[in-house]
């Protein structure tokens, strides 16, 4: 099992820069595929971004392409979501998630933390 707890999310206006992090614990973070999702108001919870377990395959939603960079450093148990170039539309509580299934990218993530809001002003 695996706890994660995101940080780093904000109020900033549209075009500004945000990092986001979660940091987890637990079993070995190396063995673990990690993603962000987000949820806005009244919307569902939607897919942004994975990263394979040593980093080698990343996966973007078409909404942050260009934009967002995912990333991990293992040795920290730490996985990020840089946001750049930010619109109001990106406006959400992000959550991290993992799974330790061996298929990339995972049908299902089993471990979620409890999110960090993210808001973009006009």
């Known amino acids: 099992q695996v706890l994660l707890v995101e940080s780093g999310g904000s109020l900033v206006q549209a075009g500004d820069s945000l990092r986001v992090s979660c940091v987890g614990s637990?079993?070995?973070?190396?063995?673990?595929?990690m993603a962000w999702f987000r949820q806005a108001p009244g919307k569902e919870r939607e897919f942004v971004a994975a990263?394979?377990?040593?980093?080698?395959?990343?996966s973007y939603a078409d909404s942050v392409k260009g934009r967002f960079t995912i990333s991990r450093d293992n040795a920290k148990n730490t996985v990020y979501l840089q946001m750049n170039s930010l619109k109001p539309e990106d406006t959400a509580v992000y959550y991290c998630a993992a799974d330790d299934s061996v298929s990339y990218p995972p049908l299902t993530y089993d471990y979620w933390g409890q999110g960090t809001q993210v808001t973009v002003s006009s």
């Open positions: 637990g079993r070995t973070f190396s063995s673990y595929t």
């Open positions: 990263i394979s377990r040593i980093g080698l395959r990343l």
